[in-house]
């Protein structure tokens, strides 16, 4: 496919947008000095589950009109998987066209940076969204959701100070001794193999599953360790090369946009020499790297609305607690940049004649074979890098839309909205 007008990246042009502020509706600048609250960076510790859910709890006492836990199920051993909602006005619904962001850490239970980054985050949004402009139109205008732990019972197998995995993989994989990573529906699965995943499915891979499908996330990473890269779907590959063949989904320009993204605001990411490994620009494609079946990234991207990376953000899997303020400065600014990419591209509402919202409409852009399908309010959020581009909206029972030529820019998010005309209106004259 030829990218449209304006998609050809570069790390410099990812860079220079970050430090223009014009990601989609962020151009408020920082007029003066702002005193960061990063309070939470004293006395750094590890949180044991049970603690960490004391800590969320009080974070949702201390700001209740900011913050609302989730548990999305239970661990195979019975430890509630939590997430916590950030955004203003909480105690009201969503407003309409807000889009949903999520983070989610510690899948493998031995990987544990972004499992404390997120516990940073969380507090950090809170603590600064009434000092730093940035952070309140942040949270004015978007719906965050942070996991920081897929796999509480591995993070209670695992051992602080243990740059790599314990014998047979203790800690990293689940109670069961089941790798998260590689649980999820596939797009290759053919129907035995769907069978006997699905039989075999772990609780943990099905409440993330149920909670990814009954809800309208637009954008997503998941943060493990034992590498510094941003890397992106797809993670698999028709052909099954070990490794160094990419394979790129429908949407690759925005993925490698996102992935550069996080890659350039990271100090050491960007370099893409860390850990032995070397890595243009601090990315990779999935597959290029190494192959796998049944990952989270590509189940997002396939059977979901929803765009994820993944992020590996440090050699040492569960490093010293004393290194935690560091990887923080590292990964801060990266985690703030990516959050905004949800507003990138063109969002709407599909309706029919009378403005009623139709769920489950294809909206389909000319030249990108993946199509969006709309929510039950009828939304609908297509992330797109700058560029021009052809849209359309087609659903069962309604004559489908012309297509509207767009312009997508870095300045202000784009919304266009579509009214459909149902055959049955035809029908009844």
Known sequence: MVPPQGCKLSAA?????????????????????????ESFLANPRYESNEELADLLARLQKDHPSLVKIHSIG??????????????????????????????????????????????YLAQYLVNNYDQDPEIGALLNTTDIFLMPTMNPDGYHRSKEGNCESLSSYVGRYNAAQIDLNRDFPDRFDDDRKRHLRRNRQQPETVAVMNWILSNPFVLSANLHGGAVVASYPYD???????????????????????????????PVMKNGNDCNETFPEGITNGAYWYELNGGMQDFNYVFSNCFEITLELSCCKFPRASELPKEWHKNKRSLIEYIKLVHVGVKGLVTDSNGYPIKDADVIVDGISQNIRTTQRGEYWRLLVPGNYKIRVEAVGYYPSQEVPITITSEQPLRVNFSLKSYEADEGK
Do not use: W
């Open 236 to 266: 698999n590959s028709i052909v099954h090369h070990d490794c160094c063949e990419d394979s790129p989904t429908p949407d690759n320009h925005f993925f490698k946009y996102a992935a550069l993204t996080y890659a350039q605001n990271h």
């Open 13 to 37: 042009l990812v860079i220079g947008l970050a430090l223009l502020g014009l990601v989609q509706g962020f151009t408020l600048q920082k007029t003066g000095p702002i005193i960061e609250n």
């Open 74 to 119: 239970s661990s195979l051993e019975g430890r509630p998987l939590l997430a916590v909602e950030i955004r203003a006005n909480i105690d009201r619904p969503r407003q309409l066209l807000m889009p949903m962001f999520k983070y989610v850490a510690n899948m493998h239970g031995d990987e544990t940076i972004g499992r404390e980054l997120l516990i």
